[in-house]
């Protein structure tokens, strides 16, 4: 049974249901009651006194609303839906709504009513191949009622009562054939002092970012087509949405169920980590242009750190070209010897490192025909020039490489959420309006120092203006008046589409202060 005139659902585009989309808007209570009675859902609330948390009512609300965030993306865009009852657990930490598993049966009534299409699930009971769970799409009888809606992406909150604070039971570094059936399972866990003041730190951080505008001035449209380079729908294309939806940040933990927290702690999430790097240069943030500051070869340079023979140079650049008839020219040679220095220190074998390096990019054809044998004579290179970095490769070093560098970017993102300064942190690099790049630098080394008692190098990624200013005052070292350098970003020339975008949330932000 089919009710959409759309074409056909696509497996493949598609978002898994997001059970922390929440509004109050009077227009989307209006719409929940018509179709509650006309689906016939009101006859899954019993009368009683003992109510639940969540009612029929509150499932659909939640439905309708990710149904029509979808439809306001992307109108081909459909949910992945699971018709488990396992997958609705009130209780857990990770379903802040408590949505109950009754959100089965809305759905069902939807379908049945013909407001919603479906896509039937797939189970592969070979175990051979991958499973897929119900697809489902709004149709033109539900997509007449958005029509009507004058509610838009600010006025829906997409990330209500949501777990920032993620515990991981797995950690894969690379898709490989030793680890590609293990998953990243997520655990419940009991509180302590340190998750409730990283909690607390993270939810002040994600405040200012929905308070804060920021996007892309070049684009007429705040998506982002993004082309996909790995995994099993590697060459496929993705819809990015650049808007008030997309801006939630977890911080990542892969300590399992022994609860260890030294272990990850990154930061994931924002448009921002999912668009080309090529790109970030024209993020502006509160209608300023920004810059970028990256730190340097992070995870080699915390390792030499340690053994206490810190790097003087480009680590990745290794001089000749060890493999001329391959990789012909020493850029070309400083990205794969960068790749997969990353992966030796990710992975617990060589083996492995070689693996995940020609599975990264499905589209890199270079990359997929380095032999083990000639990957090798890099990694061997490598270990001659820095020898102190050897004992350190294929280790399984990742996850407390990124324990530190997650709680530099803590300190760093604290600091300035207690200042009202929003920051976009991409791991090891840091976006801030260009005026504050100084300020940003000096804090990325107090807490680098305070992390690991050492200094880390970064750079500005940006290309920029450079120009020469006289500073003097009563610092030490600028009592005279010194030549300094200065940076500014090439600016962006927004379109109409852009500043219509920009005025609409300066309206908004006047609306809820």
């Not at 991958?130 to 697809?135: D, E, G, L, N």
């Not at 920021?214 to 380079?229: G, L, Q, T, W």
């Not at 290309?463 to 600028?478: M, P």
């Amino acid at each position: 049974m089919t009710h959409s005139d759309e074409g056909k659902i696509d497996r493949w585009h598609s978002e898994v249901l997001d059970v922390h989309t929440w509004s109050d808007h009077p227009e989307i209570k209006a719409l929940c009651e018509k179709i509650y009675l006309d689906a016939g859902i009101n006859h899954l609330d019993k009368p009683g006194n003992r109510k639940p948390k969540k009612s029929a009512k509150d499932c659909l609300r939640v439905l309708l609303l990710d149904l029509y965030v979808k439809w306001l993306k992307d109108p081909s865009l459909s949910i992945g839906f699971s018709k488990r009852a396992e997958s609705y657990k009130p209780g857990s930490r990770y379903n802040g709504l408590f949505i109950p598993r009754k959100i089965i049966d809305v759905e069902k009534c939807l379908y049945e009513t013909g407001y919603i299409d479906e896509l039937p699930h797939y189970f592969n009971r070979t175990g051979q191949g991958q499973s897929y769970i119900t697809r489902i799409r709004h149709t033109e009888k539900l997509r007449s009622h958005f029509r009507q809606l004058t509610i838009d992406l600010h006025d829906i909150d997409t990330h209500k009562d949501e777990e920032c604070i993620v515990l991981h039971e797995e950690y894969v570094p690379g898709d490989t054939d030793k680890n590609k059936d293990k998953k990243q399972v997520v655990v419940d866990y009991d509180d302590n002092d340190l998750t409730k003041q990283l909690r607390s730190q993270l939810q002040s951080y994600n405040s200012l970012l929905r308070h804060t505008f920021i996007d892309v001035p070049s684009f007429i449209k705040p998506i982002f087509n993004r082309n996909i380079k790995k995994g099993p729908r590697a060459g496929q294309t993705q819809v990015i949405s650049l808007g008030p939806d997309n801006k939630f940040v977890r911080r990542v933990f892969n300590g399992g169920t022994e609860g260890n927290w030294e272990l990850g702690g990154r930061f994931y999430g924002g448009w921002w980590q999912q668009i080309d790097k090529e790109l970030r240069p024209k993020i502006y943030i509160d209608d300023q242009p920004t810059l970028e500051v990256d730190f340097n070869a992070l995870h080699p340079n915390l390792l030499a750190n340690e053994t206490g023979d810190p790097l003087e140079d480009d680590p990745y650049d290794l001089g000749e070209l060890l493999l001329p008839d391959v990789l012909t020219t020493p850029k070309i040679q400083r990205k794969y010897v960068k790749k997969l220095v990353l992966m030796a220190i990710n992975s617990d074998d060589d083996k492995i490192a070689y693996a995940a390096l020609r599975n990264s990019d499905r589209k890199d054809k270079l990359g997929q025909s380095l032999t083990n044998e000639q990957l090798a004579i890099l990694l061997i290179k490598f270990v001659e020039k820095y020898p102190s970095l050897g004992d350190s490769l294929n280790t399984g070093q990742a996850l407390r490489l990124m324990g530190i560098d997650g709680r530099i970017a803590n300190l760093v993102l604290d600091h300035f959420t207690q200042k009202n300064i929003p920051v976009l942190c991409i791991h090891d690099s840091f976006i801030i309006q260009f005026d504050k790049e100084p300020e940003l630098r000096r804090i990325l080394d107090e807490a680098t120092y305070q992390e690991t008692r050492a200094s880390l190098k970064h750079e500005i990624k940006n290309e920029r203006i450079i120009h020469k200013q006289r500073v003097w005052g009563n610092i030490k070292g600028f009592e005279e008046p010194r030549m300094m350098e200065m940076f500014t970003p090439k600016r962006v020339n927004a379109t109409s589409q852009y500043q219509a975008r920009r005025d609409k949330f300066s309206r908004w932000l006047e609306q809820i202060v």
